[in-house]
Nanobody, 125 residues
Framework: QVQLVESGGGLVQAGGSLRLSCAASGRSFSSYTMGWFRQAPGKEREVVAAISWSGGTTFYADSVKGRFTISRDNPKNTVYLQMNSLKPEDTAVYYC??????????????????WGQGTQVTVSS
């Protein structure tokens, strides 16, 4: 069993930055593929970024490429999402997710069994 707790969300002006953290409890964190997803009102949940168990491979949605950076600190059981140059369209609830997954499934939200409670990110124009 894995528990995930996100933090770091908030209200920021367009062009600003936020750093989200996702702290995991339980064993085997270093074996999990980790993903960040977001869901805006009236929209489906979408993948934002993902990182392999070792941190050696990352994925970014086209909409955030060049602005967001995902990283992980396995000894601290934590994954991060650094968000720069934020835009109003980045406004959403952000969730972290974890599971034992082959890398080919990293962007498929249905394949993740463990989810955090979400943290709200609001970007004002």
């Amino acid at each position: 069993q894995v528990q995930l707790v996100e933090s770091g969300g908030g209200l920021v002006q367009a062009g600003g930055s936020l750093r989200l953290s996702c702290a995991a409890s339980g064993r085997s964190f270093s074996s999990y593929t980790m993903g960040w997803f977001r869901q805006a009102p009236g929209k489906e949940r979408e993948v934002v970024a993902a990182i392999s168990w070792s941190g050696g491979t990352t994925f970014y949605a086209d909409s955030v490429k060049g602005r967001f950076t995902i990283s992980r600190d396995n000894p601290k059981n934590t994954v991060y999402l650094q968000m720069n140059s934020l835009k109003p369209e980045d406004t959403a609830v952000y969730y972290c997710a974890a599971d034992y997954l082959p890398w080919s499934l990293h962007s498929n939200s249905e394949k993740y069994d463990y989810w955090g409670q979400g943290t709200q990110v609001t970007v004002s124009s």
